[in-house]
Structures are given as structure tokens and as C-alpha cells.
């Protein structure tokens, strides 16, 4: 069974960049579609991001498209979310989420614990 693992959060200021990463071992993540989703206090978990295997068809949630890019590394068994331009209200916990079917489903298969993102003013 694959299992994910984020990393790269952490204290921004507004404007600044961050670069998140999951790493997925076991399973066979060339075959996964990858997507990226965040949860901030008293919200309801939000998609960010998704990308079909071959670093393929992308999508964005409105509020980043423009900002935020989602990357895979294959060979490195990763996938990447690039946030420019944060935001305050980007501030949330980030966890990366995997679909073995290659394509986003919207019932991912696997989940990591997530990565905290706090961008101040």
C-alpha cells in the first residue's frame, strides 16, 4: 500500500513563496493521479489542486489559479504544489492525496497527515 507524506509548510509573510512537497512510497505513484488539498480552522476541506500521471491535465481551485502550480517528479516519486503570491487567507493545513486510478476521481485512495502553512500580514 502507498503511503504520502507532506513537507515544506511553514511561517510566511504575505507575498512570499512556498514549495510543498509529498512523497509517496510503495505502490506504484507513476500510475496515481496526485491532488493537493487544504483545511483551514472551521472550514470544510477544500481541493487545490489535481494532476493526471505524465505531469498531464491540471486543475485549480479559482482562488489560486495563477499562483499556485502542481508538479509531478516522477522519478523522484513526488509531487509538488508552488505557492506564490500567499495569501492570508492561503493559511491552512495542506495534505496530499493520491488516486490509483490515474485520473481524479474525487475519492482519493490515499491520504498523508498534512503540512501547516501560516502566511501573516
Known amino acids: 500500500q502507498a503511503q504520502v507524506v507532506e513537507s515544506g509548510g511553514g511561517l510566511v509573510q504575505a507575498g512570499d513563496s512556498l514549495r510543498l512537497s509529498c512523497a509517496v512510497s510503495?505502490?506504484?505513484?507513476?500510475?496515481?493521479?496526485m491532488a493537493w488539498f487544504r483545511q483551514a480552522p472551521g472550514k470544510e476541506r477544500e481541493l487545490v489542486a489535481h494532476?493526471?500521471?505524465?505531469?498531464?491535465?491540471?486543475y485549480y481551485t479559482d482562488s489560486v489559479k495563477g499562483r499556485f502550480t502542481i508538479y509531478r517528479d516522477n522519478a523522484k516519486n513526488t509531487v509538488y504544489l508552488q505557492m506564490n503570491s500567499l495569501k492570508l487567507e492561503d493559511t491552512a493545513v495542506y495534505c496530499c492525496?493520491?488516486?490509483?486510478?490515474?485520473?481524479?476521481?474525487?475519492?482519493?485512495?490515499?491520504w498523508g497527515q498534512g503540512t501547516q502553512v501560516t502566511v501573516s500580514s
Open positions: 492525496a493520491a488516486d490509483l486510478r490515474g485520473f481524479w476521481t474525487g475519492r482519493p485512495n490515499y
Open positions: 510503495g505502490g506504484t505513484f507513476s500510475a496515481y493521479a
Open positions: 494532476i493526471r500521471v505524465n505531469d498531464g491535465n491540471r
